[in-house]
C-alpha cells in the first residue's frame, strides 16, 4: 500500500507569491492534518480534514488555506508568502478519528520564500 | 488549549539507556502517544499510551502517568540509527494531535 504522497517536495517562491500544496493520503484513509515544521518549533497544527470537512483549524492567519476533496485528497494554499512561511509543511493521514489513531505522515513539502 | 515539554536535545552513548520526558496541560486528555523523525525524515509513530504504566514494544519503553500529567519515552540498548528527534503528542477532545517541540537526541560511541 503507498504511503502518503506529497508534492511537491521543494518549491521556492517569492514574499507576496501564493503556492498550492497537495497531499494524497493512504488509500482508504478519509482524516487529514497539515502541521508546519521550523527548526526548534516542532509541528504546528494548520488544519484537519475529515470526509470534506474541516474539523479544527490551528492558529495561523487567513492566507493559510485549505481543503479536502471527496477522493481524500487535500490541498493547502497559502496566499502572499511571507518570509516566515519558510518551513516544513508535513501532511498526515490516518483511517478515522479514534482516540488512539495514529497519524501517518507524508514526507513533506520544503518552502523557501525568498 | 494545550501545552507539552520535552527537553531540546539530549546526549547518550551507544548501548546506554535513555529517557525522554514530557509533560503536558491539556483540558480533556485521551493520551500520549510518541513519533520519531530523522533528519529529512518524515514522522513515524512510535507508541501510544491511554491508560497509566508501561508500554513495551522491543527495545523502546514509553509510559504514562495521568495523575501527573507526564509521561516519558524510554530506549535501551542504543544504537547509533536511534539518533532522531523524538516528539510526545496528546490527543484530546474535538482536538487535533498536538505535538510538543521535540527532543533531539544524538547517540555517541
Known amino acids: 500500500k503507498a504511503g502518503v504522497t506529497q508534492t511537491p517536495r521543494y518549491l521556492i517562491k517569492t514574499r507576496g507569491q501564493q503556492v498550492t500544496l497537495s497531499c494524497s493520503p493512504i488509500?482508504?484513509?478519509?482524516?487529514v492534518s497539515w502541521y508546519q515544521q521550523t527548526p526548534g518549533q516542532g509541528l504546528q497544527f494548520l488544519f484537519e480534514y475529515f470526509s470534506e470537512t474541516q474539523r479544527n483549524k490551528g492558529n495561523f492567519p487567513g492566507r493559510f488555506s485549505g481543503r479536502q476533496f471527496s477522493n481524500s485528497r487535500s490541498e493547502m494554499n497559502v496566499s502572499t508568502l511571507e518570509l516566515g512561511d519558510s518551513a516544513l509543511y508535513l501532511c498526515a493521514s490516518s483511517l478515522e478519528r479514534a482516540r488512539d489513531e495514529k497519524l501517518f505522515f507524508g514526507s513533506g513539502t520544503q518552502l523557501s520564500v525568498l | 488549549g494545550q501545552s507539552l515539554e520535552q527537553p531540546s536535545e539530549v546526549t547518550a552513548v551507544e548501548g546506554a539507556i535513555v529517557q525522554i520526558n514530557c509533560t503536558y496541560q491539556t483540558s480533556g486528555f485521551y493520551g500520549l502517544s510518541w513519533y520519531q523523525q530523522h533528519d529529512g525524515g518524515a514522522p513515524t509513530f512510535l507508541s501510544y499510551n491511554a491508560l497509566d504504566g508501561l508500554e513495551e514494544t522491543g527495545r523502546f519503553s514509553s509510559f504514562l502517568s495521568r495523575s501527573d500529567s507526564y509521561g516519558y519515552l524510554l530506549l535501551q540498548e542504543l544504537q547509533m540509527k536511534d539518533s532522531a528527534s523524538y516528539f510526545c503528542?496528546?490527543?484530546?477532545?474535538?482536538?487535533?494531535?498536538?505535538f510538543g517541540k521535540g527532543t533531539r537526541l544524538s547517540v555517541i560511541a
Open positions: 488509500s482508504g484513509h478519509r482524516s
Open positions: 503528542a496528546v490527543r484530546s477532545p474535538f482536538s487535533p494531535l498536538v
